[in-house]
């Protein structure tokens, strides 16, 4: 009643422009019991905050202890109240219906506010775990500079987001408290210090609470616009902002531009760490234009592995993250910096931010065996635990850099017999190709393969055939021969589903089924299922993808043949590089007759053994070890049944001989240790 009086008499009196009487009226009537307020409070009864909506969609960025408290005042206002709309259904009381008992004047402001003092108050506000608590807090304060506030709206958001929940309670929404932070940054923009302005708009617009087309929201981008242009934002201020806009705007916000022009102005001796993290998200976000700005790039590359040692771990994932997507492949010095410092922080990553280290590691072809040592311990002591997709993340790196690592692998497929039912097919796929192709048979195997017997007779047809016929190849690599499904992808059904719109099956898909047919004939009696058609055969194994078979190392080579020269007696005694009818090629063949003694390559009569000479280089064998690959032992497997005599020449054993002459005698005993006659009519040769 008196506020409608009041609001008629008001006008009244501004018809009259008789200006004294009505500062006379508006003094009477504050001294109503109903008018009877102070500074802030007066003002937060006269008008409300802008429409809050929306989730929680990210992690705040602004660091409590980097901001600067800054106080300004603020004075009482006498717009009219208004009500609150909410999109979650429910409206909000007006203002001026709500009592506000807890809210301080904070107009006061104590100059003397020391360090100390602030220091303190951020060490309360982090210790505090739910809305409640910082809004009974912060209302328990007699002084709240901007940056404070700021903070403290920061702080909301950030329990509020731990919770999972997506929008600001009711309760929230109404809080008297946590409106007068609203209205304080609503009303006063312009007295807010650079840090406390572009740290409330950061913690407004992250949160989602505050409706983003709201007077509140445009009021502070206005302002932030404002000090833009003038110049006078500093480097932090301007990181925060950019992020801001961004998440407000999206990548393409005109704002953007300036911000990333002020930043090159800027010396990088000058930025924080957290800094130039900001700078390669910013960055990031408009990858579109990496050209436009890979010079400033290249300079923060450069001075990056300066701050390096001083990032978090979460800091260092997004650091590799905005690399990766940036393609910055030539910052070698950064990318390695990060990875040493990486295998300290291994423990404290989530598990999302343990697969970006992956994808990234995977995307630069990094690898280190610390962060193996680090990696190999978080696994086998979480791997229970883990989520499906890391734990097909971390058995798809060391697929990928060809790391037979027992403790990962194992504790993969335990995690598989566990969990095998929360796994997707591709999943599945990345999960049990690293098996073979590492060559590696669990300690669990009956139980592994028990298990994806059952889930590939459950769920094969939401296997893609690409996805089936790599799993079932995997498996035969390492002679798990998967026997009862032989039948299937052999069948003329399953070829065509193989095809699909394409004119042809690529050539990876023929090599993986002529290996499977060939397992099949050689490695599987028990099979009587159809056979594989003529046209889906390959005629060699050898492919540009050396999927099946890995090409001959030519200096590896060169210096074997020199050797079987001096041993033979002639080059007519060996071949190279043979291919077999059975699609493999034989690195050197070396043809016998009945008595043992070696035939010229080009002889097909009398022949009574053959010797394959496989010559392994170190890309034939896992990257940390001396262990061959699964399609090498595959091979090697194969010759044995198709009557070739198999001699092995690895490298690790040739790098032991210091001369010519050792590598002769090596050869000897490794190809006719078993001829004694053979053996000593060489060794007679070669004394004379």
Known sequence: MYLTCFSSLLIKKSSRSDGMALITLWRNLCHLADFRVHGTQAALKSRPVNHLNKGVKGHLHTRFSSLQPEPCRMGSHTACGKKFHSENGYNLQPLSEQGFSQVHNWDGLDSNLNSKDEQMFYRKLNSLTSWREVLGFISTQEILP??????????????????????????????????????????????????????????????????????????????????????????????????????????????????????????????????????????????????????????????????????????VNQMLDALMVLDQIQACPLIIKLGKYVVRHVPQFTSEELGKVLEAFRYFGYSDKFFTKALQQYVTSHHLSLTPEIISQVAEYCSRKLIRSKPILNAVAEAFVCHSEKLSPTQISELIEPFGKLNHLPPNAPAFFRKL?????????????????????????????????????????????????????????????????????????????????????????????????????????????????????????????????YCYTIDVEIKLDEEGFVLPFTANEDVHKRIALCIDDPNRFCSNGIHLLGKEAIKQRHLGLLGYEVVQVPYHEMEKLKSRHQLVKYLQGKLFSQNSVLAGTLASSQGR
Request: glycine share 4%; proline share 6%; charged share 15%.
């Open 146 to 315: 901007d940056s404070m506030a700021a903070g403290a709206l920061q702080r909301i958001c950030e329990v509020e987001e731990g919770d999972g929940e997506q929008r600001l309670p009711k309760e929230v929404l109404e809080n008297s408290t946590f409106q007068a932070l609203c209205f304080r940054f609503e009303q006063q923009p312009a007295c807010l210090s650079n840090t406390g302005l572009v740290a409330a708009l950061q913690a407004l617009v992250l949160s989602s609470h505050v409706d983003h087309q709201g007077r509140l929201i445009q009021n502070l981008v206005a302002e932030c616009q404002n000090r833009l242009q003038t110049g006078v934002l500093e480097t932090s201020d301007l990181c925060v902002l950019g992020e801001t806009l961004i998440r407000l705007q999206g990548p393409g916000c005109v704002t953007l531009e300036p911000i990333i022009h002020q930043l090159q102005s800027k010396k990088l001796e000058t930025f924080t760490p957290e800094n130039i993290v900001a700078i390669y998200r910013i960055l990031q976000t408009c990858a579109e234009k990496r050209d436009q700005h890979q010079t400033f790039l290249n300079m923060v590359n450069n001075f990056a592995p300066s701050v390096v040692s001083s990032l978090s771990p979460k800091s």
């Open 453 to 581: 017997e059952n889930v590939l007779f459950t769920n094969i047809n939401h296997f893609p055939p690409k996805t089936l016929l790599r799993v079932l190849h995997s498996c035969s690599l390492i002679g798990c021969h998967p026997v009862n499904f032989m039948a299937k992808i052999f069948s003329p059904f399953f070829l065509q589903q193989l095809q699909g719109e394409e004119s042809c099956v690529d050539r990876l898909s023929l090599a993986q089924l002529t290996q499977l047919f060939l397992t099949a004939l050689l490695e599987c009696p028990c099979y009587k299922g159809p056979k594989l058609f003529p046209k889906f055969q390959l005629k060699s194994f050898l492919t540009p993808c050396c999927s099946m078979e890995t090409p001959l190392d030519f200096q590896l080579y060169k210096y074997v043949m020199t050797a079987l020269i001096e041993l033979l007696g002639a080059r007519t005694y060996f071949a190279s590089k043979v291919l077999t009818p």
